[in-house]
């Protein structure tokens, strides 16, 4: 009878190590599902920008340039083939067949006490001939002698330009293939801002110039 109790059972160790497993097992198998589901939560487009430092397309695309002289009036010479943009708030006044004048309206502009023309626009005929426009500024520039005048290369797109500047005005000669001469002229009326607002102009200007004959 004694014998028969003695037989092997589980014993309370046995039953405890059992629990552990049992918690290992179902703890461990919670855990993996729980980031399965959570790993399959996270966009797409998140996952991407964290592991290679990108960030999403719409703040990374390219800029639109803004065109500066959107707006802006054209002025056309027919005669002679070319036309340029000027500000809406000027007016374009044509001397002859040639020649425009630009003011901006509601501002004068003077130089040693005497209303000028802001900006002038010309077309020399035949001004160009066999000289480049860097020769011609510094040929300009020797007869003119103003105010130690400097002369440099000027960059248009698809042209030959130089600039000369003295402290009168800054002259933009631009060579023409026919071998005319286009020029546009802008005061230096001595007030810095008034500069500023002229250089800006004249060369917005000059961007949008276009010859056709």
Do not use: C, H
């Not at 109790?5 to 190590?17: E, N």
């Not at 802006?72 to 000027?90: L, M």
């Not at 426009?133 to 300009?140: G, P, Q, T, V, Y």
Request: proline share 3%.
């Amino acid at each position: 009878m004694d014998e028969e109790m003695k037989k092997p059972g589980m014993g309370a160790g046995t039953i405890v190590l059992v629990i552990i497993l049992v918690a290992v097992v179902f703890g461990g198998g919670g855990y993996w599902i729980g980031t399965k589901n959570t790993k399959s939560t996270i966009p797409t487009g998140l996952l991407t920008a964290t592991a290679t430092g990108t960030v999403p397309t719409a703040a990374t695309g390219t800029a639109t340039a803004t065109d500066e002289t959107a707006g802006w009036k054209t002025y056309t010479n027919d005669k002679f083939g070319f036309s340029f943009k000027y500000p809406s708030g000027w007016t374009a006044t044509a001397t002859n067949d040639n020649a425009v004048e630009l003011k901006q309206n509601g501002k004068k502009y003077y130089v040693e006490g005497t209303e000028v023309t802001p900006i002038t626009a010309n077309l020399e005929l035949n001004g160009a001939s066999d000289s480049t426009a860097l020769e011609i500024a510094n040929s300009r520039k020797l007869k003119t002698n103003i105010g130690s005048p400097e002369v440099k290369s000027y960059s248009l797109s698809g042209f030959d330009a130089s600039r000369e500047t003295n402290y009168l005005a800054t002259t933009t000669y631009v060579k023409l293939s026919n071998g005319n001469l286009f020029t546009l002229t802008q005061v230096n009326d001595g007030v810095e801002n008034n500069q500023k607002n002229l250089n800006t102009i004249s060369d917005q200007i000059l961007s949008t110039f276009q010859f056709t004959k």
